[in-house]
């Protein structure tokens, strides 16, 4: 390499002056035709640095972040992701592919795509589900705009629970931004929806219903199925969130009159990430043309035998551009092979022991909670997945900066309510958090 | 290397693992799978009655990812010349940097308690601010394409904020088909430029489609022919004169690392692909990482939360004007800090290397080809004509020399295109093989390529049929 060049570009000295000499320069920089207005002559300021003094870098910016155990979930979960998920996702041949435009020598990423896709299929009872989007809160809005697209819906509201993680409801606006298209919300009653006052509320041009199981508040939704019957006596498509270990255990979206279903399938496949996760998206079948993202089919080759391709590739941006059904090239591919290897590893036991103990977990740290003096848990009378909301006699921000203090973070949700998360990765310290709790709550 | 290649020597076989006529290696559902009895503390009727999927132990799953691996080419296969993709080396060390147990903390967590991740946020929004120009930087679009959705939204709200409702974004045809779906996906009118003979933008043409509905102009440059768009300043004035902005689409930006910034060159709003010219790894497909650069002017409008310092300490704020979020968190954490780690590895001589390397390979490789180049002079990608070939036949026909062809017949103002970017992580012996594949195909008959590949895992794939009668899960292959 040159000395001071990039540690990546593997040009011995011999070897650059050869090729300079091949196209007939005198240096690289004869190859630039940029004119000399627009010729940036200063400096970027960043030094370079060896590997292992960046490594320390990381290390010594990060050791800022205190230590903290997390409470915490609302939208983004924290479960063990086996190591088998981490060694075998590194592989080379996976991580440095793209897109697999050429499905001859892609055979195996996307036969892994094509797998999380049948999973998906399984968990949600739809037809249909593509290899990725984002994350949730764009599944969400890439949901609200396919709901413009096809026939049998019409209107222009979009009805959403007033309570959402934030970031979901402020990203599903910008993506109705575009079109003709008002996001609405609807009360919810006891930490799930008041299906009585959305029935109200939903007219002939409701396009949209959302709800979540389970909810932002941990609840389980238990009258889903009436939602989708409401939706559907409006033509509105009911959309449903959720995540791949609830889907696990409750009842299949499609029998509750889902037609779509979206939500982080990161629960699988990616631990606590700063929010970095995958959007789910499945939906009914005769959405099929008008689908977002990226689909797996399967194919045959010239041998005879079931290959795996891209397919329907005329719905999306490099061939349809602005009649595209979505913007989306990018996608989260590689998150998607950690979540179906993660599924594989759990296997229909491990993932019903683990969506059970999700509902086990929280029921028994509510109740530990329930005895501490100046809290009271849960203040939703509903079934818990992981988390669940308290209710504290001390201000909820007083509360939580206490808990903060002696090590615990938990979420702040109303003046007098903090929300807890429980899974495998924090349970261990639940007796502290308890002893804390008792120390800070009154 | 010469063009009389042996092809018997100079060749690649990919692993392939047949289970029997029907099929290579068997789907996960077809190895074991069971439907279990849903027993959990719930009742019944919220629940469903059984779960059937895949059952296998872990030595049966490292067998079939492994496998399954081996039936995958990436870059460290081989050359990977896809053209606007820069599919250049992935560091390895950047891995365990984006694991680092420290940063793997909620998104929820209050601001004091995550001032590590904070601060790593904003050296990098500053870092790319000074990479390209740009006085304020967002990192929460999680791709390129989401980083142009929130870029034209950050100009449709600049200019509502002027009371100037505009209708129109103007994309050259030959961008990339993001441009148009993302300008759409804002509710713009999307107004495609007609190129020059040149292969650059016609100022005539973009006098013609400018006008006081023009909310913005998205370019890429140097633009996917790998041509400078030497007219840019006085592009960026005829768009400023009729009140709009100017967007740079970052896919092109190893080209310029260290020559150029957009900032300078006139763009008020760009992204960048990082997972193109800052080497995290496209994992397939994704994830990247999109984030967004803009002028002081417009930083009042970027998404919700952005990071800053004050008295020492980070902080997130809302810019006054934000246009809201675009992800539901802080975009893919993971592919940010291995961003931060590439660009703090390299520092200013090190990514000035990288484009000047870029920029020799393309050309070293161009000299060699025996297909014409009609366009230049480019810079870190150049697109080849495969003339009366097909140039999707005379891509599959490259795989057999362990190759990942070009991207081809892209953009359409090349015949039969082959949109070739080496990247600067390929070495002269690489380079010259590379070549050597190019020509070999350039003299292939027709029946060869129509017939290639044939050492790759699958043989050529009748994509057509597929999309015909989609088979999308295990499920659909069930039913037959």
Redesign the interface.
Known sequence: MTANGSPYAPHTDADREAMLSAVGADDEEALFDIPDDVRFDGEFGIEARGERAVRSLVDRTLSANDDLVELLGRGHYDHYVPSMVDHLSDRSEFLTSYTQYQPEVAQGFLQALFEYQSMLVELTGLGVANCSMYDAATALGEAATLATRVRSTSGTRVLVPERLQAGRRRVLDNYVSGHDLAVETYPMDDGTADVDALASLADEETVLVYAETPTVRGAVEERADEIGTLADDHDAMFVLGSDPVALSVLEEPASLGADVVVGDAATLGVPTAYGMGIGLFACREDYLRQVPGRLVGVAEDETGRRTYTLTLQTREQHIRRERATSNICTNQAWVALRTAMHAAWLGPDGLVELAGDCVERARELAARVDDVDGVRAPVHDRHHFREFVARTDRPAPAVADDLEAAGYAVHVVGDHEIQLCTTETNEEALDGFVAALREVAR | MTDDTDHETFAYD?ARW?DD?????P???EKNT???D??????D????EE??????S?PE??R??????????????GP?P?GS?T?????K?T???A??P?????????A??????L??QY?LQD?LG??G?MDAVTLQP?????G??TGI?VAREYHRANDDDRSEVIVPESA???N?????????D?VTLPGGDDGRVDLEALEAALSEETAALMLTNPNTLG??E?D??EIAEMVHDVGGLLYYDGANLNA?L????PG??GFDIMHY?V?KTF?T????????A?PVGVTAELAEFLP?PHVRKADGDYERYSPDSS?????????????L?KT??Y?????????A??S??A???A??LA??LEYEVPFG?F?HEFVASAGDQDAADA??RM?DYGV??P?TK?PEIVEEALMTEPT?????RS?DQLAAAFNAVRNDDEETLE?A?ER????????V???RD????????DEE
Request: charge should be negative; proline fraction near 6%.
């Open positions: 990919q047949t006529d029907e099929r290579y290696e789907l996960l559902s069971e439907a279990v849903v027993d959990t503390p719930l009742p009727e919220l629940t469903r779960l059937e999927l895949p059952s296998l872990e799953l490292a079939h990812y492994t496998r399954l691996s081996e039936m995958n080419y990436g870059v460290d296969s990977f896809l993709c599919m250049k080396y992935n560091p060390f891995e365990d940097v694991v680092h420290d940063g793997l903390v909620h998104p929820d967590r209050s004091d308690t995550v001032q590590g991740n601060q790593l050296e870092y000074r990479i120009g999680p791709a390129g394409a989401a142009e959705f939204l990339h088909g993001t148009f779906a993302s300008a759409a996906m804002a509710g713009y999307v041509l400078f030497r840019i300043v310029l260290g020559r150029a910034r300078d060159m692909n997972h080497a790894p496209h994992g397939g497909g994704g994830p990247g999109g919700d246009i809201g979020k675009v992800h539901g968190y802080a975009g893919n954490w993971l592919v800090v931060f780690a660009i703090a590895r390299l520092g200013d001589e090190g990514l290397d990288a000047a390397k920029v020799l390979n050309n070293y000299e060699q002079p810079h891509a599959k795989l990942h062809p991207t892209w600067e992580a390929e070495n002269r380079l017939t590949p790759t895992a699958a043989g050529r794939i009748d994509q049929a597929a999309a989609p088979e999308l899960s295990w499920q659909a292959l």
